[in-house]
């Protein structure tokens, strides 16, 4: 069973940087990957997501431009770099892993995510 742990979640004003990791317990080359947040009283919602090699990425409209998915397979661990931070990007931050393929258009399907990790804090200040 893979096991993930975030971490680089943190308070940041307003038009602030930070960058997320999510590390792997084991090797998860072959697994496409994803970032999810979830605010108080909120649906858990989509940010990002990377194929397995990271010749394929995805975003939600509300991050295009400002968060960016990488991912470094010898490290097993992907990174959510967020840039121009807004206080609607206050949220608790999960990765996850999808042990089985799937077309980039089902990215944002946190029902296709097998693993999750225990989530990151993230609060932006106004």
């Known amino acids: 069973q893979v096991q993930l742990v975030e971490s680089g979640g943190g308070l940041v004003q307003a038009g602030g940087s930070l960058r997320l990791s999510c590390a792997a317990s084991e090797a998860f080359s072959s697994y496409a990957m994803g970032w999810f947040r979830q605010a108080p009283g909120k649906e858990r919602e989509f940010v990002a997501a990377i194929n397995w090699s990271g010749s394929s990425t995805s975003s939600a409209d509300s991050v295009k431009d400002r968060f960016t998915i990488s991912r470094d397979n010898i490290k097993n661990t992907v990174y959510l770099q967020m840039n121009s931070l807004k206080p609607e990007d206050s949220a608790v931050y999960y990765c996850?892993?999808?042990?089985?393929?799937?077309?980039?258009?089902?990215?944002?399907?946190?029902?296709?995510?097998?693993?999750w990790g225990q989530g990151t804090q993230v609060t932006v200040s106004s």
């Open positions: 996850a892993a999808a042990t089985s393929s799937m077309p980039r258009r089902e990215y944002g399907s946190r029902w296709k995510y097998d693993y």
